[in-house]
């Protein structure tokens, strides 16, 4: 099975070069590799992108950023994602098996781990949503988990509790400890308010 990944951007910025090019002038070259360390600076700056994941020909992810910044480490190679994130996944039809929304995230490609954070909702095609304040999502083991309160409604239900752990579609879930449940029937128009994380420890 091949995957092939197709980036369409508004910007590209090799940050890296254009320091290189400043610096250069003045300093010696182990002062321009000392301020232009690959630790410090992205290589890459792209903005406003939308990158495409497909398997032999079928769309399986898309992720669309405001900005992605890349650093190509050797060790720990990551991109950070720091304005807006929404990440859409689809089965192998074609259609949308979950949308995940976030306003920052980090991907670290060799160990196949994305880290959302702040504001992070996941909702996927069975209606059930997801909302937390970090989310890890691990691709060898194709699972989700957090240690985060968390917020979980479907159409029969809202859960509130501490850390989560389910599949990746978010088809199945397990709340690790559950601090509130709240039954929703077919003709309530209900309307609560989120428990205060604090007052449940």
């Given at each position: 099975?091949?995957?092939?990944?197709?980036?369409?951007?508004?910007k590209?910025?090799?940050?890296?070069?254009?320091?290189?090019?400043v610096?250069?002038?003045?300093?010696?070259?182990?002062?321009?590799?000392?301020?232009?360390?690959?630790?410090?600076?992205?290589?890459?700056t792209?903005?406003?992108?939308?990158?495409?994941y497909?398997?032999?020909?079928?769309?399986?992810?898309?992720?669309?950023?405001g900005?992605?910044?890349?650093?190509?480490?050797?060790?720990?190679?990551?991109?950070?994602?720091?304005?807006g994130?929404?990440?859409?996944?689809?089965?192998?039809?074609?259609?949308?098996?979950?949308?995940?929304?976030?306003?920052?995230a980090?991907?670290?490609?060799?160990t196949?781990?994305?880290?959302?954070?702040?504001?992070?909702?996941?909702?996927?095609?069975?209606?059930?949503?997801?909302?937390?304040?970090?989310?890890?999502?691990n691709?060898?083991?194709?699972?989700?988990y957090?240690?985060?309160?968390?917020?979980?409604?479907?159409?029969?239900?809202?859960?509130f509790?501490?850390?989560?752990?389910?599949?990746?579609?978010?088809?199945?879930?397990?709340?690790?400890?559950?601090k509130?449940?709240?039954?929703?029937?077919?003709?309530?128009?209900?309307s609560?308010?989120?428990?205060?994380?604090?007052?449940?420890k």
């Open positions: 099975m091949k995957t092939f990944v197709h980036i369409k951007a508004k590209f910025i090799p940050i890296l070069w254009i320091g290189m090019l610096l250069g002038c003045e300093n010696d070259l182990e002062e321009v590799d000392r301020v232009t360390s690959r630790e410090d600076l992205p290589l890459q792209i903005i406003n992108s939308k990158i495409i497909s398997n032999n020909g079928n769309r399986s992810m898309m992720i669309e950023a900005r992605i910044d890349r650093y190509p480490s050797e060790e720990d190679p990551r991109d950070e994602f720091s304005n994130l929404k990440v859409t996944s689809y089965n192998n039809s074609g259609e949308v098996e979950s949308v995940m929304t976030a306003n920052r980090t991907n670290f490609s060799k196949k781990l994305m880290i959302a954070r702040d504001s992070v909702e996941l909702e996927n095609s069975e209606g059930k949503r997801l909302n937390t304040e970090l989310l890890t999502w691709g060898e083991t194709k699972k989700i957090t240690d985060k309160f968390v917020k979980i409604t479907t159409p029969t239900e809202i859960l509790g501490d850390g989560l752990e389910a599949e990746e579609d978010f088809s199945k879930y397990e709340i690790m400890n559950i509130g449940r709240i039954k929703i029937e077919e003709d309530d128009s209900l609560t308010d989120e428990p205060n994380p604090e007052k449940t």
